[in-house]
C-alpha cells in the first residue's frame, strides 16, 4: 500500500497524521509513506525525522495523486477536492453531519471516507477519546480567559476569593469531553454542574468526584434555569455521526448575564446552541446579546505536540490494519473499521450520518452509486 501523509490546510492546524514511529512501522511492513514536506514541522517532527524512519518526502499534490491510503486528521478543504480519485481510501476526522458540502464531494469523487469520530471498539470512541480529552481539558480553561473584562467577558475571576464565590461553570454533557471538563473546572475551584441525558452516566460523575460536582437530569426547565445562572457554559453533546442536539435556544441565550461565555466543543458536529457558528484559533471568538462565543472548530490544534501524539499512537493500529487489507476487506474483517466507513464508492454508508443529511443509508455491498444525492 502507498499510504500518504499531506500538510493540514485548515487554518491554524499545526497537527500531523503520522509521527515518524508510526511511519517507520509501517515501512518495516513493507508499505511506501509518502509525507508532504513541512508536515510535522507544527508538531515538532523535522522532515529529517521522517525521512530517517524511511518515508519519502514530496508536496501534496503528488501525495494525492500516488496514494491509495491518505492519513489526515482534519477534512478535506475546497482546494484537496479537486485532488480526490476513485478508489482511494481517506482517513480522518469528517464531522460530516454538519457539513453536506464536503459529503457531496467525497460522493462526487468516487472515494471511500472513513472517519475517526465514528470508529467505534470495544463500546468506546478510541480515535474520538484523546481529542476529546484535551478539547474538555482546555474549555473551562478557554472560559475562565474570556471572563476577563479586558477580553469583553463579566469580571467574574474562575477560582473566587475569601468570601467570594467562584464562577459557576455548566457543562452539557457526561461523555468523555465532558467528563474532563468537569476535571478541570473542579480542579479550578468552579461551581461545576453537569447535566446529561440519562442518570447512569450523571452517577458515575456523582461517584468520581464524590458529590462534589453536581449533577442535572436534562430537562428543558431545568436545562433554562441553569443556563440563566452559569458564567459558563460547556457545550459537550455528542451523539456519534450525527449533528449535535440543539440545546440552547437563542431567548435561552438572553437570560444569562452578559460577559458569560459558552464554549461550544460540539461545533464540529453543529453545535449545541442555536447561535453558534465555528471559529479558528486565530479569530476564537464572537458576541451575541452579549455572551462570549467561543466555537473553535479543531481546539486540540492549539497543543499540536500532545496531541498529534495522543491521536497518532491511537490511529496506527487501524491504519496498519487497513494498509495491509484494503477498505472492502478491512471493513469485512474489522467491526470497528466497518463503524467508521462513512463514504464508500458514491454512497453514504454511516446510519447516522445518513440521518442528519437527510438521505438513505446505503449497503455496502450494493451497487457503485454514479449520481451525487446531495
Known sequence: MIIGVPSELKKEERRVGLIPDGVAELVRLGHKVLVEKGAGLGSGFSDGLYIGAGAEMTDGREIFRRAGLIVKVKEPLPPEYGFLRPGQTIFTFLHLASNPALTGALLGSGVSALAYETLEDGGGLPLLAPMSEIAGRMAPLMGAFYL??????????????????????????????????????????????????????????????????KTLLLTEAALGAAVRDADIVIGAALVPGAKAPLLITRPMLGTMRRGSVLVDISIDQGGVTETSR?????????????????????????????????????????????????????????????????????????????????????????????????
Open 148 to 213: 476577563q473584562a479586558g477580553r469583553g467577558g463579566s469580571g467574574v475571576f474562575a477560582a473566587g476569593a475569601v468570601g467570594v464565590g467562584p464562577c459557576r461553570c455548566l457543562i452539557l454533557g457526561a461523555g468523555n469531553a465532558g467528563t474532563n471538563a468537569a476535571r478541570v473546572s473542579y480542579a479550578l475551584g468552579m461551581d461545576t454542574t453537569v447535566v446529561n441525558i440519562t442518570t447512569e452516566r450523571l452517577r458515575r460523575i456523582d461517584e468520581m468526584f464524590r458529590g462534589r460536582v
Open 278 to 374: 465555528p471559529t479558528t484559533h486565530d479569530d476564537p471568538v464572537y458576541e451575541v446579546d452579549g455572551i462570549i462565543h467561543y466555537c473553535v472548530a479543531n481546539m486540540p490544534a492549539a497543543y499540536p505536540r500532545t496531541s498529534t501524539l495522543a491521536l497518532a499512537n491511537a490511529t496506527l493500529p487501524y491504519v496498519k490494519l487497513l494498509a495491509e487489507t484494503g477498505v472492502e476487506a478491512g471493513v469485512e474483517k474489522s467491526g470497528p473499521l466497518r463503524s467508521a466507513l462513512n463514504i464508500y464508492r458514491g454512497r453514504v454508508v454511516h446510519p447516522g450520518v445518513a440521518r442528519s443529511l437527510g438521505v438513505e443509508s446505503a449497503d455496502i455491498n450494493g451497487p457503485v452509486s454514479t449520481e451525487r444525492p446531495l
